[in-house]
């Protein structure tokens, strides 16, 4: 055995051939995350290197026909984090950003996610980098469709389960579950979740997302002697996640004070108009032109006066270069990765109370999971039982990893990798290494 090649592997950020250091981008951060997790984990640390590495990385050319007869080339990804607690689950999004660095820090925090929340279900992502704005509705479906077609292999109900993410929604699900079915010559619904209702998707996940955020976003509030009515909210982001989050924040009497999205930024002191507003942004594709409220410039957003920031958009949002600015009481993570590790410490140094993105925003997963279950049995829940179970397992998770924060007095990003991590190493010694 080279035992020099085994100690550097065991080394600090042993990173794979395949990753420029200078690169890392979200994997970079998710990597200071699970270091920050490996003193906690006791004698499962000796396993922790998995939760460094991607089980499976398949990067696909998804060639498709354009309107005008060209031929476009665009790059797509799925990404298998880990599967030890179950099959791949997790979300695929289109949007032009997208890197693989990106898709492997997202996939790991599904696992991460998934296992705080305790579905029995590993971690994967996917995405196409394009601008889907730019395509018509025939080009997206071939895109889609094609995508599905490449990443066949490996996706399946038993293997990887994609879902909605960034820029992708029901009818692209419908798309993927059609042409998995057409590839495999049956019908399975249980290959993807966040479909249309009418074709195995399930009541309640629209908005699951977004009620997990105000579902969780209740429970720290308690704890912090925070009143949601009347509370000052600004949200990043007024997509499925951030639209529905502020929608069920205003219900509750609190004021939608700021929210900005990629069209602009806007104010209103005495709080939003949540539904006008809603409807605004599904006729003009964003909160940009809104005439109820005043229009604030991008870079004033992070120095709102508020009770509640919701990041509700992309990763890396949350800065060191912002962080000392926000007024919020408390953060909670609409987006995945949408603060890095030096903005935590910097928030954590003033009080201001992270609800991490593997918790907050579990609330979709849930749900998909609870579509993969009824898809499987042929058997429909109502949407009150499945808000009911939602909720309930939102509260559990929290209430959880509360706890592990208050007793280990850690953050509760750090306290809620704990509570996962230890539950993917516990599997994965259980299993054991094969052969
Ligand atoms: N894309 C969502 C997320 O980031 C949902 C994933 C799923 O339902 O599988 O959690």
């Known amino acids: 055995m080279n035992l020099s090649a085994t100690a550097a592997a065991a080394g600090p950020h042993p990173l794979p051939s395949y990753l420029n250091a200078d690169e890392l ?26 939760l460094k590495r991607p089980k499976r990385i398949l990067i696909v050319d998804v060639p498709i026909q354009m309107d005008d007869g060209r031929i476009a080339h665009f790059e797509g990804y799925r990404v ?29 925090w599904m696992s991460i996610k ?54 992708t929604n029901e009818q692209t699900m419908a798309w993927m579950m059609d042409t998995y079915a057409m590839n495999t010559g049956s019908t399975a619904t249980g290959v993807v979740t966040g479909k ?38 600004a949200v990043q982001g007024f997509g499925n996640v951030g ?26 002191e005495a709080g939003l108009d949540v539904p006008a507003l809603l409807r605004h942004v599904a006729a003009a594709g964003s909160v ?23 990041p509700a958009a992309l990763e890396q949002q949350i800065t060191v270069h912002n962080a000392h600015r926000i007024k919020a009481r408390m953060v909670i993570e609409g987006a995945n990765g949408p603060t890095t590790p030096g903005a935590d410490d910097i928030l954590q140094s003033r009080n201001i109370l992270v609800v991490p993105d593997v ?29 009911a179970r939602l909720v309930k397992i939102m509260k559990n998770a929290f209430a959880g990893v509360w706890s592990v ?14 509570v996962a991590c230890q539950r993917i190493l516990h599997t994965r010694q259980l299993r054991g290494l094969y052969p």
């Open 196 to 233: 249309p209702v009418d074709l195995g998707g399930s009541l309640g996940r629209r908005e699951a997302t977004g009620r997990g955020v105000y579902t969780v976003g209740v429970e720290a509030a308690r704890h912090l002697g925070l009143e949601v009515a009347g509370a000052r909210v």
């Open 80 to 108: 298998q984090h880990n599967i030890s607690r179950g099959p791949g689950k997790g979300g695929v999004r289109f949007h032009q950003d997208v890197t693989l660095s990106e898709v492997m820090a997202l996939s790991a």
């Open 243 to 268: 639209g529905i989050s502020a929608k069920l924040f205003a219900e509750a009497g609190a004021r939608i004070v700021a929210v900005q999205d990629h069209g602009g930024s806007i104010y209103c």
């Open 405 to 418: 924060s208050q007793d280990r007095k850690v953050s509760l990003r750090t306290a809620t990798f704990i």
């Open 359 to 387: 918790i907050a925003n579990a609330g979709g997963v849930t749900v998909s999971y609870f579509e993969w279950v009824q898809d499987f049995s042929s058997f429909f829940w109502d949407e009150e039982e499945i808000n």
């Open 288 to 310: 940009a032109g809104f005439d109820k409220a005043e229009v604030l410039a991008d870079d004033k957003f992070w120095d709102v006066d508020c009770d509640i920031l919701i």
């Open 25 to 50: 981008g979200p994997w970079g951060n998710y990597l200071q995350q699970v270091d920050r997790v490996i003193p906690h984990l006791g004698h499962l640390a000796r396993w922790a290197e998995t």
């Open 114 to 167: 998934n296992a705080a929340v305790n579905v029995p279900y590993g971690g994967a992502k996917g995405g196409i980098r394009v601008d889907p704005k730019t395509l018509s509705p025939g080009e997206l479906e071939r895109m889609t469709r094609r995508y599905t077609s490449e990443i066949g292999i490996i996706i399946g109900p038993n293997k990887d389960i994609p879902a909605p993410d960034v820029n």
